[in-house]
């Protein structure tokens, strides 16, 4: 079954790459937008970001790409993007906490950037194959010693989650400046830098004590938060079903690239990076079943809370129920080892 992770990866790579990139001409009109000579009078995205013009340029092309989607129209698809991509980033910052992680996945940070440069349909696949493969999802099979995240690091995961991702997130959004677009980009890096922060100011070794609550917390914060925006953008958006396919669903056919427009390029590309992104994740949850029972309540909670609150907050409220589970292994675990 792990086959179908690197089906996805391939499949995104191809649909976004191949097909929204360049079949839709995306990249001929962002190149035309960010070859043209420094002016950030006429053209806001095309200003001296770091005074080098090949990085410029690029940064450009990218500052462009998601400006694209900071219009009335999409804007309920930047928010969608926004919502579902706090919980996705979040996960493997929590995961290489735990002592049971695979070494070699203890990169949260570097998988974030590659999920920015080359699109979370193609990377989370990737990772989430590895994740699978190295015995990340039987976490309730491992020692409680092992499998804990600490009251120190889930303190520092909460502080990542706000100041690395939450505040550039609204900033970008709120503000809809150039500049703080492109820092945006980097969000992983910022989550690494508050959380490395966070744990200098309060050593996890010196607070040793299960962080259960506070990792839960941590979840339901995202879970609430995408539930609130998914309610207030995305359910209008349910009484009319052309508006829904042009703003949310997939196109299912590449669009003309003589007529199509920047904005319409970039929410193709867009909506097929959140359905494999966020696709894979809650297809990964269905591995944490610890029988048939679970994962049919698993499907059947996927299933309402997508279109009810939202894919963010189906995967938070999944990646809440995965907690639960290993907190009362843990608590079984030390009752075993007191008797």
């Not at 086959?3 to 001409?25: H, K, P, Q, R, S």
């Amino acid at each position: 079954m792990l086959v179908v992770f690197l089906f996805l990866t391939f499949a995104a790579a191809y649909i976004l790459f191949v097909g929204c990139l360049y079949e839709n001409g995306l990249v001929p009109k962002l190149n035309a937008v960010c070859d043209a000579p420094v002016d950030g009078e006429f053209i806001p995205t095309r200003i001296a970001y770091t005074n080098i013009p090949a990085l410029d340029s690029n940064l450009c092309a990218i500052v462009a790409f998601y400006h694209g989607m900071m219009n009335p129209t999409y804007r309920p698809l930047l928010i969608y993007m926004c919502t579902t991509l706090s919980v996705i980033a979040i996960i493997p910052f929590a995961e290489a906490t735990r002592e049971s992680h695979s070494n070699r996945l203890k990169i949260p940070a570097t998988i974030g950037m590659l999920v920015q440069l080359c699109s979370c349909a193609v990377i989370m696949p990737m990772y989430w194959f590895a994740f699978v493969l190295t015995g990340g999802t039987t976490r309730r099979t491992a020692t409680s010693a092992s499998n804990k995240i600490n009251q120190g690091n889930a303190e520092a995961l909460l502080f990542a989650l706000i100041v690395g991702y939450a505040i550039p997130t609204v900033c970008m959004v709120v503000l809809e400046d150039p500049m703080v677009t492109a820092i945006w980009q980097a969000f992983p890096l910022l989550m690494k830098i508050a959380q490395w922060a966070h744990c200098k100011i309060r050593p996890p070794s010196r607070h040793a004590a299960s962080g259960h609550g506070t990792v839960q917390a941590m979840y339901m914060l995202v879970f609430i938060a995408s539930a609130y925006l998914h309610v207030l953008y995305i359910w209008p958006l349910f009484n009319s079903p052309a508006l829904f396919q042009k703003i949310i669903a997939p196109p299912m056919a590449p669009l003309d690239p003589t007529t199509t427009s920047i904005a319409e390029g970039v929410a193709a590309f867009l909506k097929w990076d959140m359905a494999f992104g966020a696709g894979s994740t809650i297809l990964v949850t269905l591995w944490f079943a610890g029988g048939l029972t679970d994962l049919v309540l698993l499907i059947l909670w996927h299933v309402w809370a997508t279109f009810a609150v939202g894919p963010g907050a189906a995967i938070a409220g999944a990646m809440m129920w995965r907690e639960a589970i290993i907190n009362l292994q843990a608590i079984a675990n030390a009752a075993d080892k007191a008797r």
